[in-house]
């Protein structure tokens, strides 16, 4: 059972998603917040598997609460999905620079909800297929570079990291990582916890972007 935290200022919108995900057998809301302040306390106390945020929240909003929750030495460190009506960049990239693994409009289909709660709380990172290109180009022609640049990245990464960080480019879970390389999927999160901080980066999302950014994949 997927146990999630649903955060919004809007009763509405709290109340329909929670109807929403509710309904789903293999999803449990354990928790609604109205605002950020209160989505971090709740996160601490109920230990969710995904936060689902709104970004626009009065007090702390969903990118302040993301960067918290996200945070290597959180505890708990909850995977967030963030749920908004609004698609400007500097909302998308501030989320995902925060170290969410999920940005979706609350406009989507209910069925592409669930499908997101269920890939965040998977391991898998999820972005609004209407954002996906415009997200990747925007950050592979930025001109400012993570400080990790794909050359010194050789030297830091581990043959078997530098092999990981291609599957995952590939929109591989942390089992499907296990089975092609034939290891158990404790094995892959350990490799995976030591290489993202030698990327600079806080998430497997951000690791996929940085590896677009530096070229290691192209679009």
Same mark, same amino acid.
């Given at each position: 059972?997927? %146990?999630? $935290?649903? *955060?919004? &200022?809007q009763?509405?919108v709290?109340?329909? !998603?929670?109807a929403?995900?509710?309904?789903? /057998? +293999?999803?449990?809301?354990?928790g609604?917040?109205?605002?950020?302040?209160?989505?971090?306390?709740?996160?601490?106390?109920?230990?969710?598997?995904v936060?689902?945020?709104?970004?626009?929240?009065?007090?702390?909003?969903?990118?302040e609460?993301? %960067?918290? $929750?996200? *945070?290597? &030495?959180?505890d708990?460190?909850?995977?967030? !999905?963030?749920?908004?009506?609004?698609?400007? /960049? +500097?909302?998308?990239?501030?989320?995902?620079?925060?170290?969410?693994?999920?940005?979706?409009l609350?406009?989507?289909?209910?069925?592409?909800?669930?499908?997101?709660?269920?890939?965040?709380a998977?391991?898998?990172?999820?972005?609004?297929?209407?954002?996906?290109?415009?997200?990747?180009?925007?950050?592979?022609?930025?001109?400012? !570079?993570?400080?990790?640049?794909?050359?010194?990245?050789?030297?830091?990464?581990?043959?078997?990291?530098?092999?990981?960080?291609?599957?995952?480019?590939?929109?591989?879970?942390?089992?499907?990582?296990?089975?092609?390389?034939?290891?158990?999927?404790?094995?892959?999160?350990?490799?995976?916890?030591?290489?993202?901080?030698?990327?600079?980066?806080?998430?497997?999302?951000?690791?996929?972007?940085?590896?677009?950014?530096?070229?290691?994949?192209?679009v």
């Open positions: 059972m997927i %146990r999630v $935290l649903i *955060a919004d &200022d009763h509405l709290r109340a329909g !998603l929670s929403l995900l509710g309904a789903e /057998d +293999d999803i449990e809301v354990v609604v917040a109205r605002d950020g302040t209160e989505a971090l306390a709740m996160a601490r106390d109920m230990r969710p598997d936060a689902c945020l709104d970004i626009r929240m009065p007090g702390r909003n969903g990118i609460v993301a %960067r918290e $929750l996200c *945070a290597p &030495d959180a708990p460190q909850v995977p967030v !999905l963030v749920l908004t009506t609004f698609d400007l /960049d +500097d909302y998308v990239f501030g989320a995902l620079e925060a170290g969410a693994s999920g940005f979706l609350k406009d989507a289909p209910p069925e592409a909800i669930g499908h997101a709660v269920r890939q965040v998977a391991g898998r990172g999820t972005i609004d297929q209407t954002l996906t290109r415009r997200i990747l180009q925007e950050f592979v022609h930025r001109r400012r !570079l993570q400080p990790v640049t794909a050359r010194r990245a050789e030297d830091l990464l581990t043959p078997r990291e530098q092999e990981i960080l291609l599957l995952l480019a590939q929109g591989m879970s942390n089992d499907d990582i296990a089975r092609a390389l034939v290891v158990e999927v404790s094995t892959v999160k350990s490799h995976l916890a030591r290489m993202l901080p030698k990327l600079g980066v806080q998430s497997r999302l951000q690791a996929v972007v940085w590896a677009y950014q530096n070229h290691v994949v192209t």
